[in-house]
């Protein structure tokens, strides 16, 4: 019966739960579903980490590569992020080259390094306008359920504080740069972005890490993602119901909050990991 | 948000912009749609929202920029009378009884294609022309043009089109003879010149004698004796949209000097 | 130069004002509807066609399908060299979710609605500009819609002062550059994005001061629409 009600009328099912303060998984409205972390599952890249969010599963792995830094500044390195949502991960997503949505995500990812300053390029330089690292970051999305930019921002954030860059050195005859791979490093990671996302119901209330039906029958979205100071380094909300001001300070509130969560998360998993 | 209900009476002529509340006059049973029969007042009838509004609560709210009208209390269905809003507009949506040039795109077994100008082609039945019978068809080829009204129009069906009227007459509907010309105006403008007494058709008609066919889709098809004169009237037209009536009545009275 | 850029601000540049601004509606022929919005030196052209008809795989059976295409003065669409390899899709995205937020979409079903946005010249706030070209564009095609909405962007100086609709220098010197969709009924946000980082007390001064600049905006709308009808 209930699953008729659900296929007839998705909206009027979902309302009837948030009326009890409650969705139909058995979350309340502002809670997150169980976030796992993995860290360093590929061994071949340079640092990887694998997160879920419920059902919703991204990987991301870090190739690190030595390139000439660009011109117009030449102490800096890069940082190349991608995002991928292949239709292996939702029926959503057709075969060929990336969507509106892939390529807005991988956009998001891009702004949310630049905001956070989340490494600092500078650190990526070995020789000023000479040799610099690129850091390729490749998130793949391999279960879509939704919130794939929260996903994604933890996932990266995980990968790069598992990246160990082997120490590099240029000899200064020869001009060549000599790898040294026994002594490695990890990154200097500046920032600790997080995201969360919200789902906007009925233009009035607000649901925390909504799933991909949830996402279908929301009237808009808000990303915010937040660092461990409690600023914003960026706050997304690509059209949708309208929000007043007010909703969106609660919406920071809680994404402070769902940054120490993580923080902790991610502590935990670094610490578990470390040789003793 | 400086215009956020403001009473609809006083905006009637000036220009609206969607998001606007407009507030009716405070007759609570307008709204109940029922007619009041005051011993005083006259019987008052359901107030009529017309194209542009919508009914928001109490009042109305405007989703159509343009000019907002209103007609005093009549007979019929606006017998408390009508307010709507007057827009610019350069695509059609079809409306029932819409009397509109379509063009024939293909012939599909029992109907016409005809590509009316909206999203999507209206049908037509070759048996809704006058004396159609199933031995005796229309002789109608694609790419001719039709004058025909709407029999079913509305968002979630495919129009469709007839080319006679309830009692089985064409009353001037049916395919558009050889010849002429077609153009294309806006929205704004057929409607204009399509109101009674209007003052460029009747200003026209004194230049020399020429067949028009106006549709309500922005389509215009016009007759003259000779090419020369038929193109001097869809010049003179097409630039109404852009002419005050004392540039048109000055731009005519040059043509009839000549 | 420091100087001539005081003096710009003084003059309407910035500051709390905006950028002089002016709009031109109704001046491409094909289009149903079609907007030039100029805010300084940016100014974005948009023409608007629907509610037409759709293609097959975009149809969607209880609303119009909207798409938004948004083209750069140079280079191939989605790939604006300022913006990178994604700035253009999700800009698109962007503009085109509010643009359904507004747009009453379930009055025309299985139609389709193309916005396309070409970038005349950008020399700062052009996601503003383009977002008050695309509300203009729709108003211009007559479509139905709830409400109006318009484009502010507000950069904030490393100083900490709040520059209204920033030219692309000062959106460089910014420490944070935030733009703002703000809805005509109640002055809500209906999007918002932004580069560089803020606290949450920032974001609140820029939403207001963007809230207050939407109101002359939407002004200007009226006044401009009334100019139009005053012709016919």
């Known amino acids: 019966m209930a699953t008729a009600f659900k296929t007839v009328e998705p909206l009027e099912y979902y309302r009837r739960f948030l009326k009890e303060n409650c969705r139909p998984d058995g979350r309340e409205l502002g809670e997150f579903r169980a976030t796992t972390v993995n860290i360093g599952s590929i061994t071949t890249a340079d640092g990887s980490a694998l997160v879920k969010l419920g059902n919703t599963t991204v990987i991301c792995g870090v190739k690190a590569e030595l390139a000439a830094p660009p011109v117009d500044s030449p102490n800096k390195g890069y940082i190349v992020p991608n995002v991928e949502l292949p239709s292996l991960c939702s029926t959503r997503f057709r075969p060929g080259p990336p969507g509106e949505e892939a390529q807005a995500a991988s956009q998001f990812i891009a702004d949310v390094i630049e905001n956070s300053q989340i490494i600092e390029k500078e650190d990526l330089c070995i020789a000023n306008g000479k040799l610099a690292w690129v850091l390729y970051c490749d998130i793949i999305c391999l279960d879509y359920d939704g919130n794939i930019l929260d996903a994604s921002t933890f996932a990266l954030l995980t990968a790069l504080k598992n990246v160990q860059l082997p120490a590099v050195t240029v000899n200064e005859e020869t001009g060549l740069s000599e790898v040294n791979l026994k002594q490695k490093n990890p990154l200097i990671i500046r920032k600790h972005p997080v995201a969360t996302s919200f789902a906007i119901f009925d233009d009035t209330l607000l649901i925390v890490d909504p799933t991909a039906e949830e996402e279908d029958l929301a009237t808009g979205t808000v990303t915010i993602v937040t660092d461990e100071e409690g600023r914003l380094c960026s706050v997304h909300k690509p059209g949708g119901s309208p929000l007043t001001g007010a909703k969106l300070q609660d919406c920071i509130t809680r994404a402070v909050t769902r940054h120490k969560e993580v923080k902790k998360l991610i502590d935990k998993v670094i610490k578990s990991i470390q040789p003793k | 948000m400086a215009a956020r209900g403001v009473p609809a009476e006083a905006c009637v002529g000036q220009v609206v912009l969607p998001g606007d509340v407009l507030l009716l006059p405070a007759h609570p049973d307008e709204d109940a749609e029922r007619l009041r029969l005051g011993a005083s007042a006259a019987p008052r009838g359901r107030l009529l929202c017309g194209p542009g509004l919508r009914r928001s609560g109490a009042g109305l709210l405007v989703t159509k920029c343009g000019l907002l009208r209103h007609r005093q209390a009549g007979g019929g269905a606006a017998a408390g009378g009508a307010f709507w809003v007057d827009s610019q507009q350069k695509r059609y949506v079809p409306v029932k009884g819409d009397h509109v040039i379509g063009i024939v795109t293909a012939k599909a077994g029992d109907v016409f294609k005809v590509d009316v100008g909206g999203s999507e082609q209206a049908s037509l039945s070759y048996l809704a022309f006058e004396g159609a019978t199933k031995r005796n068809r229309p002789n109608v080829q694609v790419g001719d043009l039709i004058y025909g009204q709407f029999l079913v129009a509305n968002k979630d069906m495919e129009p469709e089109m007839v080319c006679i009227d309830s009692s089985g007459r064409a009353s001037g509907m049916g395919v558009i003879g050889q010849d002429g010309f077609l153009f294309k105006v806006s929205l704004g403008l057929i409607r204009k010149l399509l109101a009674p007494k209007c003052e460029i058709i009747q200003e026209l008609s004194q230049l020399y004698p020429f067949e028009l066919v106006l549709g309500m889709n922005g389509r215009i098809w016009v007759k003259a004796k000779t090419v020369q004169q038929t193109l001097i009237i869809v010049n003179i037209l097409e630039a109404c949209e852009y002419m005050t009536a004392e540039q048109r009545k000055q731009a005519l009275a040059k043509l009839s000097g000549n | ?232």
């Not at chain 3, 000062?170 to 009924?185: C, P």
């Open chain 3, 1 to 232: 130069m420091a100087t001539a850029e005081e003096e710009e601000d003084g003059g309407g540049g910035g500051g709390c004002c905006l950028r002089p601004f002016s709009c031109e509606q109704g001046l491409l022929s094909r289009p149903d509807g079609s907007a030039a919005f100029i805010q300084g030196d940016t100014s974005v052209l948009a023409g608007l066609y629907g509610p037409g008809e759709v293609k097959g795989s975009k149809e969607l059976p209880d609303q119009a399908a909207l798409e938004v295409l948004l083209r750069p003065k140079v280079g191939l669409p989605a790939v604006t060299p300022r913006l990178g390899r994604g700035g253009g899709a999700q800009r698109e995205q962007l503009i085109r979710r509010t643009c359904e937020a507004v747009l009453l979409g379930a009055l025309h079903p299985r139609t389709a609605v193309t916005l396309v946005l070409q970038v005349l010249s950008d020399i700062g706030s052009l996601l503003s500009c383009c977002l008050n070209a695309a509300c203009l564009g729709l108003l211009d095609a007559g479509l139905p819609l709830a409400s109006l909405f318009c484009g502010v962007t507000c950069a904030l100086r490393p100083d900490g002062r709040l520059l209204l609709d920033p030219t692309a220098r000062q959106e460089q010197e910014a420490r944070a550059v935030l733009t703002f969709a703000i809805d005509s009924a109640d002055g809500k946000v209906l999007a918002a994005t932004a580069k560089g980082s803020c606290s949450a007390e920032e974001l609140q001064q820029c939403l207001a001061a963007a809230q207050r600049a939407a109101a002359t905006i939407f002004r200007f709308y009226r006044d401009s629409l009334r100019r139009k009808y005053s012709k016919w």
